[in-house]
Structures are given as structure tokens and as C-alpha cells.
T-cell receptor, first 118, second 108 residues
Framework: AAGVIQSPRHLIKEKRETATLKCYPI?????VYWYQQGPGQDPQFLIS???????DKGSIPDRFSAQQFSDYHSELNMSSLELGDSALYFC?????????????????FGPGTRLTVL | GIQVEQSPPDLILQEGANSTLRCNFS?????LQWFHQNPWGQLINLFY???GTKQNGRLSATTVATERYSLLYISSSQTTDSGVYFC??????????FGKGTHLIIQP
């Protein structure tokens, strides 16, 4: 079965640079979520989109922004990077309507993008 | 916000042993999921279980929503079961709140 695709898988940036992470949800999923997991920490919810509109907001810094496009893929834009932004960034997707063999609202996670800020 | 507490924080077992992981949450939820994070960092969805009982092979889970807890059972542990097990809760399609996880080590 198709899974969530994230790119790039690894990214190295310098302080104060910008970064863009991309997420391609499972086909027919209409909701995308972004999470940040620091070293030894649990994942923290950042932001989510349903049908290209922001639907829920967590602990996303003001330096970060995100959007969902017409093809449902999403991008997380990160500016003025800091050392503390080094983390594993996950994208997840879910469907609000019933799909065969699935539960609505079950979130499936991508492999993550490992961001290192030097 | 909602609080999620997992226990035990660490667990070391021999191959073949059984284990029970617990997740307590502070408010009613519409979404509860169990995940396994393997040593490579992948978050694998184990169960979507806001209530009731489910089984998948050697793993099973039970959520008692009225008492705000969920249990994950692992039977006949294998070394590949090692990793961190997370419980995460939320309301429908909202973002999930994760517990701190249970770090499980299965020794051969």
C-alpha cells in the first residue's frame, strides 16, 4: 500500500538559513499533519491542514509556516534556523471519510526528515 | 491541554516474555493510537483504538474510555520488538498529543 512520502530525508543547514520540507500524503487522504521530534523527545504537533485550509495549530514557532496545495501535498517552510530546530520532522496524513480497510482519522506517519542545523 | 502518561518508562525483557504497557489520559478523546518507533526512527502505527479491544498477531490493545486508560499487550517478545512505544491521543482529526513513551529492550 502507498505510504506518506517525505523529502528530503536528510537536510543539513547553517544557522539563520531557510529550509523547506515536503510531504505527499497517502492517496485520497484529505488531512495532513506536521510534527517535530527533538532528540530523546516525544513528537510534538505543529500544524495541520484539511482540504487546503489550516485546521489545527499546535506549538509551531512564528518562524515556521506551512501550506497545503491543490494536489494535497504540503510544505513546511522554516526560516532563521536555530540550533534548537535540529530534529526529526514527521508528516502524517489521514482521511475524514471512510476508506475501505481503514478507520477515519487514523494518522499514518511518513519516514521523517532529519534536519541538522550547524 | 490533555495530559498523557505512559508506564513504565523503561522495560528490559528476555526474548519470549510477555509485557503490558499502560497509557493514562486526562480527558475524553475521540482518537487514540499506539505507535512503535523503531531504532531507525520510523513511527509505525500499531492500533487505532479510541475504545474496545483489538488484536493483531502477537499484539493486542484495550482502551477503557470511561476510565481513561489504554493497555498494549505484547506476547512472546522478539528482539525486533525493541524500540519506543508511544500512546497518542486527540479529538477526531486534530493533532495528536503523545505520551513520553515506553522504551522497550528485548534481549536475546
Amino acid at each position: 500500500a502507498a505510504g506518506v512520502i517525505q523529502s528530503p530525508r536528510h537536510l543539513i543547514k547553517e544557522k539563520r538559513e531557510t529550509a523547506t520540507l515536503k510531504c505527499y500524503p497517502i492517496p485520497r487522504h484529505d488531512t495532513v499533519y506536521w510534527y517535530q521530534q527533538g532528540p530523546g523527545q516525544d513528537p510534538q504537533f505543529l500544524i495541520s491542514f484539511y482540504e487546503k485550509m489550516q485546521s489545527d495549530k499546535g506549538s509551531i514557532p512564528d518562524r515556521f509556516s506551512a501550506q497545503q496545495f491543490s494536489d494535497y501535498h504540503s510544505e513546511l517552510n522554516m526560516s532563521s534556523l536555530e540550533l534548537g530546530d535540529s530534529a526529526l520532522y514527521f508528516c502524517a496524513s489521514s482521511s475524514t471519510t471512510y476508506l475501505s480497510g481503514d478507520n477515519t482519522d487514523t494518522q499514518y506517519f511518513g519516514p521523517g526528515t532529519r534536519l541538522t542545523v550547524l | 491541554g490533555i495530559q498523557v502518561e505512559q508506564s513504565p518508562p523503561d522495560l528490559i525483557l528476555q526474548e519470549g516474555a510477555n509485557s503490558t504497557l499502560r497509557c493514562n489520559f486526562s480527558d475524553s478523546v475521540n482518537n487514540l493510537q499506539w505507535f512503535h518507533q523503531n531504532p531507525w526512527g520510523q513511527l509505525i502505527n500499531l492500533f487505532y483504538i479510541p475504545s474496545g479491544t483489538k488484536q493483531n498477531g502477537r499484539l493486542s490493545a484495550t482502551t477503557v474510555a470511561t476510565e481513561r486508560y489504554s493497555l498494549l499487550y505484547i506476547s512472546s517478545s522478539q528482539t525486533t520488538d525493541s524500540g519506543v512505544y508511544f500512546c497518542a491521543v486527540g479529538g477526531g482529526a486534530d493533532g495528536l498529543t503523545f505520551g513520553k513513551g515506553t522504551h522497550l529492550i528485548i534481549q536475546p
